[in-house]
Structures are given as C-alpha cells and as structure tokens.
C-alpha cells in the first residue's frame, strides 16, 4: 500500500514569507507527527496529532508555527515569516495508533529560506 | 544538553564485513528503543526495535543489543552490503510516545 507521502518535496521561500507543507498519511493511521532535521542531525519533535487534535505541541519552537489536521486524516504544518533559521528538512510520520510503536516516515520536505 | 554538530561519526566497512553501530541514550525511564536507517533524500526507515524488558533482539542480518546498566544500545549488521550504505540512527521512547533521535553514524560499505 501507499506510504506516507508529503508535497513539496523542495520548498525555496524568501525570508518573510509564508509556507504551507501538507502530510498525507497512510490510511487508517490515527497518529501523526511532525520532525524538524537540520543537516547532520537526527530529526527533532515538533508535534503530535491523535485524530484531529493535536496532543502534544511541546515541539513547535516558537508562534509562527502551526500545525492543523482537520479531518484526522492530511496534516499541514504552517509557517509564518519564515526565517533562515528555519531552513530544514520537515519531516512526517505517521502510526496505527496513540500507543503504537511503529512510526512510518516520509520522504520528508526540505525548506530553504533564502 | 547533547553536543551537535555537521560532521557524523562514520563507519567505513568492507562488503561482507560485520559492522557494529553504538548508541548512547540519555534517559534511563527510556522503555523502548529504536533503530531507524535513512539513505540520502529519504525519511527514516524502521530496522528493528527493542523493549527495555530485552538485552538482545535479532531480526534478518541485524542484531540490537541492549544495555541498560550504561544506557548503551548497539545495532549489529551481519555480511554488511553496499546497500546497507545510509545514516544510522538510534532512538528512545520514553514514557510518551514522542521519539527522541541520537547522533547519527554514516556508514559507508566498500565492494
């Protein structure tokens, strides 16, 4: 079956600017996560969604980020005023369920704010 | 805190070689563990996992080895391949269900 799958794969954006990166997980899956990774670093956690709430968004480094999952299912993270600060590799995962262990990754969106 | 850096530790093996991969985790409530492979350009892809309960776990050519008097896992790759070639990463779970990711080895296998 189809795995989790994120669009864009690049994302270039001018500081100031707003961005939108969208996570399709795979179906049926009830959690979903957000990974930051920065070069030669292991991915970090941003936030966790069970259905449509997020559970935990202890990650999320400051306000100009944002994450919806309205229908439980696609995921977007938002950014505001992007920074150069922010230029990584956003990454999402998703799991059967709260609990289970199992984490699938996708590919991953590599942000460059130039 | 944990130091980070851009140079990974590395790990340069001969095709059919044994490669051992080490790991030091930082949270000794830590019940779960970890060990995710990436290629350049990819997500991380699962390897195999260990439960605290465990001191060793083996799958297809991989073994993890658990030890939690010093907080140290190693994954062990048997008959090591050019595609084994990628970014080693170890991670924990805790009480929580959010992964916390270690420093990353890059292995690279030579034919």
């Known amino acids: 079956g189809a795995g989790v799958s994120q669009t864009p794969s690049n994302k270039v954006t001018e500081k100031g600017k707003y961005v939108e990166l969208r996570c399709d997980p795979i179906s049926g899956h009830t959690a979903l996560y957000w990974y930051r990774q920065s070069l030669g670093q292991g991915p970090e956690f941003l936030i966790y969604f069970q259905g449509t709430g997020a559970a935990d968004d202890s990650g999320l480094p400051n306000d100009r980020f944002f994450a919806v999952r309205p229908e439980g299912s696609v995921s977007t993270l938002k950014i505001q005023r992007t920074e150069r600060g922010d230029s990584a590799v956003y990454l999402c995962?998703?799991?059967?369920?709260?609990?289970?262990?199992?984490?699938?990754f996708g590919p991953g969106t590599r942000l460059t704010v130039t | 805190g944990e130091s980070v850096g851009l140079h990974l530790p590395t790990l340069s093996v001969q095709e059919g070689d044994n490669s051992i991969i080490n790991c030091a985790y930082s949270n000794s409530a830590s019940d779960y563990f970890i060990w995710y492979k990436q290629e350049s350009g990819k997500g991380p892809q699962f390897i195999i996992d260990i439960r605290s309960n465990m001191d060793k776990r083996q799958g297809q050519r991989v073994t993890v080895l658990l030890n939690k008097t010093v907080k140290h896992l190693s994954l062990q790759i048997a008959a090591t391949q050019p595609g084994d070639s990628a970014v080693y990463f170890c991670a924990e779970k805790g009480s929580n269900y959010k992964l916390t990711f270690g420093k990353g080895t890059l292995l690279t296998v030579n034919p």
């Open positions: 995962a998703s799991s059967l369920a709260s609990g289970s262990y199992e984490q699938y």
